[in-house]
């Protein structure tokens, strides 16, 4: 029973007879004639070896531990899959997402570049002796003098950001 469960857990823990030797400190052979059942570990290595397992020692000594089987792993695998499939779905959603958002600011800042264009700056020409107009034409101003000076930054941000998000074939 002992020797059935060392194999069994030591399987389940991906651990070759090798790699569980040097966990126990013990030479492979000794892990080998274990899981045969031609020997067994004194007290002092079976602790070490329900450490190296991460299995409590009433485990090792108790009860046969069953190996997982084809199906349950396939089983598991295809859980992962499908997860791991919602993933990549999720991610190519907000890509897209924030794909299309780039290229709408890039059409924002072009737009609003045509209207400043257009409209050229009409408040220079207001009566700037009223306190309302003034307070007006000087946000104004201050709104163009910063978009001028920023908006182009942040168009050649928005156009990288484009290409770098574009859905690649």
Known sequence: MLNENIKAIRKSK???QQELAVKVNVVRQTISKWEQGLSVPDSDLLIALSEALETPVSTLLG??????????VKALSEKLEIIN???ARRKAHRRA???WS???VCGIIVALFAVLLV?????LGWDYSAPETAVMG????VF???FVRLAPFALIVALVGVFLTRKKA
Do not use: N, R
């Open 85 to 87: 499939l919602q993933f």
């Open 119 to 123: 409209v050229s700056s009409p408040y």
């Open 63 to 72: 009860e046969t531990v069953v190996e997982a089987k084809a199906d349950e």
């Open 138 to 141: 000087v946000a104004i101003h």
């Open 97 to 99: 997402a924030l794909h």
């Open 144 to 146: 163009e003098w910063g």
């Open 14 to 16: 991906g651990l070759s």
């Open 102 to 104: 780039l290229i709408i």
